[in-house]
């Protein structure tokens, strides 16, 4: 007569399962490896945006620098220690042009600009050696001059390659007619009669490419307000 095993019996007579079989073991590493590859492709754009902003910034900051510092010598251009020796007075006297006026360029746009201004302890009233400076773009970097003739770089090549540097004049004319004691003669040439005082500005651009990264390129432009505006033209005598 058979007897029937009861519940716990059976289970206990079932053979025992243990581990993972070859398939579930193929599957997990699957999961696995394509878990590490995300994370992995993840992390290396991570690093790859952060290097491409750091590149950015990096260029950013060295054009700004370079545009500041030719926008703040720009700005001395034309500075006179004997301005006042310019000014008709009203005991007369003899009226003295200013020699440092003259910067260039004066018509269309250029790659390179020149100017003047006094570093006298006692002004001499001639433009000295010392006194002569400009910038301009030359193998990729953007060169200053310090005196006649002593160019120095100002940026360098292997940060930073300019690719254009640009000066281009604003002048604006003011005229000064209403100072005249007489009108001008009928015919006279514009070019002499009446005095006009000439309100020049400068627009700079430099623009560059990150050496680092030829893909990286930005630019900085600003406008550039000269002082000691020059007058020409006279009244009528």
């Known amino acids: 007569m058979s ?6 019996q059976a289970r206990r007579l079932q053979p025992l399962q243990r581990g993972l079989t070859l398939v579930e073991l193929l599957i997990g590493m699957a999961i696995g490896l394509f878990i590490v590859a995300a994370a992995t492709s993840l992390l290396t754009g991570s690093l790859r945006e952060n290097r491409s902003l750091m590149i950015e910034s990096r ?4 054009l700004r620098t370079a545009a500041d510092l030719v926008t703040r010598d720009l700005r001395r251009a034309g500075y006179w220690a004997a301005a006042t020796a310019g000014v008709r007075s009203e005991g007369g ?7 440092y006026t003259d910067v260039t360029p004066v018509g269309a746009a250029a790659d390179a600009t020149s100017f003047r201004f006094s570093r006298d302890a006692t002004e001499n ?3 000295d050696s010392n006194e002569q400076f400009g910038f301009r773009l030359r193998n990729g970097a953007l060169e200053l001059q310090l ?4 160019w120095q770089a100002l940026t360098d090549v292997a940060t ?11 002048v604006e004319e003011i005229s000064l007619a209403g100072f005249c004691a007489q009108p001008c003669a009928a015919g006279a040439a514009a070019s002499a009669c009446p005095p006009r005082q000439l ?7 430099v623009a560059g490419r990150a050496t680092a990264d030829a893909r990286v390129t930005r630019s900085v432009r600003s406008q550039v307000r000269l002082r000691n505006d020059p007058i020409v033209g006279a009244c009528p005598a």
């Open 160 to 170: 930073l390659t300019v690719t254009e540097f640009s000066v281009a004049p604003v």
């Open 125 to 127: 009233h001639t433009v």
């Open 3 to 8: 007897q029937r095993l009861h519940a716990p």
């Open 93 to 99: 006297g003899a009226v003295l042009a200013n020699p």
């Open 59 to 62: 260029l950013m900051q060295d």
């Open 199 to 205: 309100v020049r500005s400068l627009a700079v651009v």
């Open 147 to 150: 005196g006649s003739g002593n």
